[in-house]
């Protein structure tokens, strides 16, 4: 077992290394910013107004006719905020030093990027399934406006086995094992709870998940950053030296922690855009099922509500835990992953900060294995349509509970590898229809207006017209879906 963890970790340090994925992910997100002119900056605001214009808790239910733009959003962020979060971010800078942040930053500045692209292209080629549902993600702008089946065929087993079967043996294990370590609850214990809560979850269907997340990401984010906020607060006087060593780390590693890291400018290169994208998921692949669902009026829309999610994940979850571990003075050379995490907000809330970090990071990895469920159960209606999805879920539930107990070392490398598997199809596809999303990109800034139906569909054509009367006519078929009975 050694050797195969070995042997796939080897593979992975190929894949995620600085001559393979990492300048292919990078590579698309500085040719989308520039092919899009810069949209992340100037469509900002915009973007701001559309999401947190349509901000609820108890938004309208979700089903057959997708989810509102705000629960796609918080569907997407939910697997975007997960151990990575809160372990990862430790990870890259124990090896790469505060400066592994800058290059976080900048990888998330051209993912916005990348990944409003993704959305954009999950909204032009959704469709609907056996059942009349709206579904999309990849494997469809694969297929349909690629027209690679294989290769979309590919997509589609790589993101059940990275998502659904082995992401989530992964984050269960990094739920129970701090459960363990900061409460002493047994593993298995957990494990059992985890299984419950999620098959609670996952036979609700699209409407439970739509529920679920729109409630407890946004919370789930107000606390985690409430409580850096407080320790930042507490050691205020190290907030302007900390970010002080996180623009001198990027180029200089050893000044800015004195030597104690013994990172280079490349390492800190490697880990901060590793981890970043890792973290972030642009180009991944994984968050388009969210977005392709969600009710808009131009593709463009949730083309914005992509880029704030991942705005959210790095620029706000992400540094929040960089703030505290490089402001708690916790960064020593010695700890590394969640025990860092854990070792900074103990100095600053004492003995309930390890409680508060195992609570946080049990949200977010629950809330990641939601959100990974439902992408992955996209691609099983795309290869087997609805007779294998509740022998899916089972599977995964099952996945949940050995993942809770077993040592994983050598699941969390065969996660990386196939997460970087589905980045290679996703990445060519976009790039290939990068036509369609400037298209959408410049209709949705010269030509929508809130009075205007736009009508899209899955031959990418986008037609925007005055039509009230077609508007009205929409609206009610949305009011009558929403009233029809849905599939649990």
């Not at 190290?238 to 922690?257: L, R, Y």
Request: aromatic share 14%; charged share 10%; net charge neutral.
């Amino acid at each position: 077992m050694d050797t195969l963890t070995q042997i796939v970790s080897d593979i992975n340090s190929i894949l995620w290394g600085p001559w393979c994925l990492i300048p292919l992910l990078v590579g698309a997100g500085i040719f989308f910013t520039v092919t899009l002119r810069f949209e992340q900056v100037r469509l900002f605001g915009r973007a701001v107004r559309h999401v947190f214009g349509g901000v609820s808790l108890f938004g309208e239910k979700a089903g057959r006719h997708g989810m509102t733009s705000f629960q796609s959003l918080t569907t997407a962020i939910a697997a975007q905020v997960g151990t990575g979060n809160l372990a990862g971010v430790a990870t890259a800078m124990a090896s790469g030093g505060p400066g592994a942040i800058f290059w976080m930053w900048l990888a998330a500045f051209f993912g916005m990027s990348t990944i409003f692209a993704e959305a954009v292209l999950a909204q032009l080629y959704r469709t609907k399934d056996e059942k009349g549902h709206i579904i999309g993600g990849p494997a469809f702008y694969i297929a349909n406006g690629l027209g690679s089946k294989p290769m979309a065929a590919f997509f589609a087993v790589c993101s059940i086995i990275a998502l659904g079967f082995i992401g989530s043996m992964v984050q269960a294990n990094s739920i129970s094992y701090a459960f363990d370590s900061a409460f002493h609850i047994p593993t298995w214990a957990t494990g059992i709870f985890i299984m419950l809560l999620g098959g609670f979850v996952f036979f609700g269907g699209i409407r439970r998940i739509a529920s679920f997340t729109e409630k407890m990401v946004p919370l789930m984010a107000l606390v985690y950053v409430l409580g850096s906020i407080y320790i930042a607060l507490e050691f205020w006087d190290q907030i302007i030296p900390a970010i002080k060593a996180i623009f001198v780390g990027a180029f200089n590693p050893s000044a800015a922690t004195g030597g104690v890291i013994g990172a280079t400018v490349r390492e800190a290169i490697r880990y901060g855009v590793a981890r970043g994208l890792f973290s972030n998921e642009a180009g991944m692949g994984s968050t388009p099922h969210a977005h392709a669902v969600a009710r808009v009026q131009h593709p463009a829309q949730q083309g914005l509500a992509a880029f704030i999610g991942l705005f959210v994940d790095t620029f706000i979850v992400l540094t929040a835990t960089a703030g505290v571990i490089m402001v708690t003075g916790s960064l020593d050379g010695q700890h590394t992953g969640i025990e860092l995490t854990q070792m900074a907000f103990t100095r600053g809330m004492g003995e309930a900060g390890s409680g508060f970090v195992a609570v946080c990071l049990f949200f977010a990895a629950f809330t990641t294995i939601v959100g990974w469920y439902f992408f992955a159960s996209q691609n099983i209606k795309y290869l087997f349509g609805y007779k294998f999805l509740n022998t899916f879920s089972v599977i995964v539930l099952c996945f949940i509970m050995l993942g809770s107990f077993l040592k994983v070392d050598l699941v969390w490398e065969l996660t990386d590898l196939f997460n970087g598997f589905m980045v290679i199809p996703n990445i060519i596809a976009i790039v290939c229809l990068y036509k369609l999303v400037g298209r959408a990109c410049r209709d949705f800034e010269q030509n929508f207006d809130q009075d205007k139906q736009c009508e899209f569909g899955s031959s990418a054509e986008l037609t925007c017209k005055l039509s009230p009367s077609q508007e009205k006519e929409g609206a009610a078929q949305t009011d009558a879906e929403q009233q029809a009975p849905e599939e649990k």
